[in-house]
């Protein structure tokens, strides 16, 4: 089974800390992905990664920032919290298009407060 | 660009009731189609897909779904619903062609099961 591991479920920082979300597969995925789900809104793509070194914005991308130094491994950083940034976060990751379109796997997601 | 749509923000059920839940996609091309489901406080969890095929797809947990090219919908059906069904459910497209990545999730429909 995929294993997609996110480092913490709940998590409160303060307006204008830097944040770092971690997520973690097991499944040598090329591709990973965050997500921002919120009320009424559902999932926003936030930032993905088809290769280590390699990102790609998604509809969303304002206020953050990722890294994928490692390929099980891809953070999403926000850079100086801000209260607009409340929300639950959903890293998910899927095999690379190289080996044929599979569906995303993802985490059992972050809250975020920001206060 | 894709979108889709879940017309159906709520339903409420009983339970052994049937369900089925509604989703339409707006593509050029016939997508790769999805369904999760979410548990509150949880992650999304994969219920089934459709690339290509039999157009009636077998999921876990009793779960179904059949793609109508003539209607572009891809709805959820389940014979008799129990109450651990009670859970946002979040339909999703891929783009079938080459070098996609982006999953467009329609915004969900948050299934209530009175017992």
């Known amino acids: 089974d995929v294993k997609v591991t996110q480092s913490s479920r709940y998590l409160v920082k303060r307006t204008g800390e830097k944040v770092f979300l971690e997520c973690v597969q097991d499944?040598?995925?090329?591709?990973m992905f965050w997500y921002r789900q919120d009320p009424g809104l559902g999932l926003r793509l936030i930032y993905f990664?088809?290769?280590?070194?390699?990102?790609e914005k998604g509809d969303i991308p304002e206020g953050y920032s990722v890294s994928r130094e490692k390929k099980e491994r891809f953070s999403l950083i926000l850079e100086s919290a801000s209260t607009n940034q409340t929300s639950m976060y959903l890293c998910?990751?899927?095999?690379?298009?190289?080996?044929?379109?599979?569906?995303?796997?993802f985490g059992d997601g972050t809250r975020l407060s920001i206060l | 660009a894709q979108s889709v749509t879940q017309p159906d923000i709520h339903i409420t059920v009983s339970e052994g009731a049937s369900l089925e839940l509604r989703c339409n996609y707006s593509?050029?091309?016939?997508?790769?189609l999805f369904w999760y489901v979410q548990s509150p406080g949880q992650g999304l969890q994969l219920l089934l897909k459709y690339f290509s095929g039999d157009t009636l797809v077998q999921g876990i947990k009793g779960f179904e779904a059949e793609f109508k090219r003539s209607q572009s919908s891809f709805n959820l059906r389940k014979p008799s619903v129990h109450w651990s069904d009670a859970a946002e459910y979040f339909c999703a497209v891929l783009p079938s062609g080459a070098g996609s990545y982006q999953l467009t999730f329609g915004k969900g429909t948050k299934l209530s099961v009175i017992p």
């Open positions: 593509y050029g091309a016939t997508p790769y």
């Open positions: 499944m040598d995925h090329e591709n």
């Open positions: 998910a990751s899927s095999i690379g298009q190289g080996r044929g379109n599979q569906p995303q796997h």
């Open positions: 990664s088809y290769d280590v070194k390699m990102k």
